[in-house]
């Protein structure tokens, strides 16, 4: 049985809120305004079903690196990065359906996943958003630091038959 992502992310965000998992400003100030969103009625709505679909998606994929690679398990999500996906792709307006967010920043140190988390944004954009003729690219300040995007995508996809 799936995870319920959207409950692993709203916990977060209400621990991050209550002061029981270290934040920065940022990342409350985030939390804050999904907690606070989500008992809003406005002209967008948090689609659980497109929340929990994102995470899903990237739970189906290999690891491409290291021992977790050599064993052939599948990434397996913090409740912090569900919580950036489902906030991400959870909210769409309600006349069109169309996503809230279109840009999405994410800052984290070196070493810390960034493009792990990249990769799968581009296989779920490319193939399982439901866009036509989908285009994805990866951009950084050099070509071979972009190439490293795009490359976990193609061994992801490499190592996944139903891709």
């Not at 840009?103 to 954009?125: D, F, H, Q, W």
């Amino acid at each position: 049985m799936p995870r319920n992502y959207v409950a692993i992310a709203t916990r977060y965000a209400q621990q991050v809120v209550a002061g029981k998992i270290p934040a920065c400003h940022w990342v409350k100030r985030a939390c804050y305004r999904q907690l606070d969103d989500l008992k809003r009625d406005w002209q967008y709505t948090f689609d659980k079903k497109k929340a929990n679909r994102i995470c899903q998606f990237v739970e189906g994929l290999p690891h491409i690196k290291g021992e977790w690679a050599k064993r052939r398990e599948r990434l397996v999500l913090q409740p912090w990065q569900c919580f950036i996906y489902t906030t991400v792709f959870g909210w769409v307006e309600k006349a069109t359906g169309l996503r809230r967010f279109r840009i999405a920043y994410n800052e984290m140190g070196r070493k810390n996943g960034k493009s792990a988390m990249s990769s799968p944004v581009g296989l779920y954009m490319l193939c399982a958003d439901g866009e036509q003729g989908a285009e994805i690219y990866s951009a950084a300040t050099t070509r071979d630091q972009a190439k490293i995007v795009w490359e976990g995508g193609k061994f992801m996809v490499e190592r996944e038959p139903g891709l």
